[in-house]
Every structure is written in C-alpha cells, then in structure tokens.
C-alpha cells in the first residue's frame, strides 16, 4: 500500500494569510506514460462528507475558488490557500488514485488564529 | 450533475452482515468507477474498495475478506456487505464515484446489540 502522511497535524493562520498544507506519499504517483500525478485533494467541514478540491495534484474542481491551489511531482505535493477566509476552517486530505487500495493522508486541520 | 445517497440500517449487531446500498441518480453507472469509504467518529478515512459496472472489483486488503461488493445497473445502485461486524466496524460510510472521489452524504452505522 502507498502510505501518505501530511504536516503539520493542524495550524491556525489569521485571515487573509496564506496556509500551506504538505503530503508525501511513499512512492511516487507520477505516472509517467501521462505525465499525471494521481493526487486528489479533499476539504471536510463537521458533519458534512469530504469535498473535492484538487485532483491530478493541481487541476481545480469546478466550482472551487481559485485562493485553493495544488501543487508538486512524485512523492511531494503541497496544498495552498492563498487567503483564508472564515469558510476555509476545515480538515484537508490529500489522496493517492495512483494504485488500489487508495489510501489517504491522515488529515489536516486549519484554524483561525 | 450525479448524485449519490446512502441507505441501510443504522444499527447492526455484533458478527452480523452490515449493508448498504448506494443510489446514483443524474446519471449513468455505467461511466464509472464506484467506491465505499468508511470514517470512525473523529478520526481519518478508510477506503473499503470499488466496483464498476461490469462487476470488476478492487477491494482494500485490510477488509478482503470480509466484504463484498456488487452493482445492479437497472436499479443505477451499487452494494457493500461487510460481514462478522465489531464495534470497530462502527463509522460514517461515504459511496463515492471515480478515482479522485466524489461523494454522497454518508450514513452512520453503529454496530452494538
């Protein structure tokens, strides 16, 4: 199994500043026939199922404001948010679609200072 | 714009069969990949496996051989059994759709007598 891991556990950061989120994966999920990394990332609020915001480690879901950015190659993603707002307080995820069983980092969760 | 819900009991006793089907409306069955996703009270997510709609399956080695997966096209639903339950087994269970994930609203299931 592709083991993912994120850093930090969880950080507060005062409105309007950037949040940066990190995930390694413990192999790469560069495929290299596309050039594709299959990563995903997720936001979950309390209470409410996980959202899609990123997947093939940079490309935006519909719909997701562009403050939310992904980015990074083979083992090392980051998850950027350029200017948190008071509607950003959630848990991340980030997720590798790279081989089965897919597998999730252990999430991290942002605050408000 | 497909969407995905959840039904089942919400309670299942200890060592019995847990299931719950997955409806997906807005939209064919046939186009994807479909997945179960589990998240205990408080803590991270556990992908269970997925299906498509010709039956070909990829389940998570942790949970092999406990679970079984199955899809009726005429219906748009797909299915999970997971059997000899613990408490362990108690979580929100998410059905997702394709490799970077979309998802349904989840259903709490307890497993206690």
């Known amino acids: 199994d592709i083991v993912m891991t994120q850093s930090p556990d969880s950080l507060a950061v005062s409105l309007g500043e950037r949040a940066t989120i990190n995930c390694k994966s413990s192999?790469?999920?560069?495929?290299?026939?596309?050039?594709?990394?299959?990563l995903a990332w997720y936001q979950q609020k309390p209470g409410q199922p996980p959202r899609l915001l990123i997947y093939?480690?940079?490309t935006r879901e519909s719909g997701v404001p562009d403050r939310f950015s992904g980015s990074g190659s083979g083992t090392d993603f980051t998850l950027t948010i350029s200017s948190l707002q008071a509607e950003d307080v959630a848990v991340y995820y980030c997720?590798?679609?790279?081989?089965?069983?897919?597998?999730f980092g252990p999430g991290t969760k942002v605050d408000i200072k | 714009q497909v969407q995905l819900q959840e039904s089942g009991p919400g309670l299942v006793k200890p060592s019995e069969t847990l299931s719950l089907t997955c409806t997906v409306s807005?939209?064919?069955?046939?186009?994807?990949?479909w997945s179960w996703i589990r998240q205990p009270a408080g803590k991270g997510l556990e992908w269970i496996g997925r299906?498509?709609?010709?039956?070909?399956?990829n389940y998570n080695p942790s949970l092999k051989s406990r679970v079984t997966m199955s899809v009726d096209t005429s219906k748009n639903q797909f299915t999970v059994k997971l059997t000899s339950v613990t408490a362990a087994d108690t979580a929100v269970y998410y059905c997702?759709?394709?490799?970077?994930?979309?998802w349904g609203q989840g259903i709490l299931v307890t497993v206690s007598s």
């Open positions: 299906i498509s709609a010709s039956g070909s399956n």
């Open positions: 997702a759709r394709g490799e970077w994930l979309t």
């Open positions: 093939w480690a940079s």
């Open positions: 807005g939209g064919s069955i046939s186009n994807s990949y």
């Open positions: 192999q790469s999920v560069l495929y290299s026939s596309n050039n594709k990394n299959y």
């Open positions: 997720q590798q679609y790279y081989s089965t069983p897919f597998t």
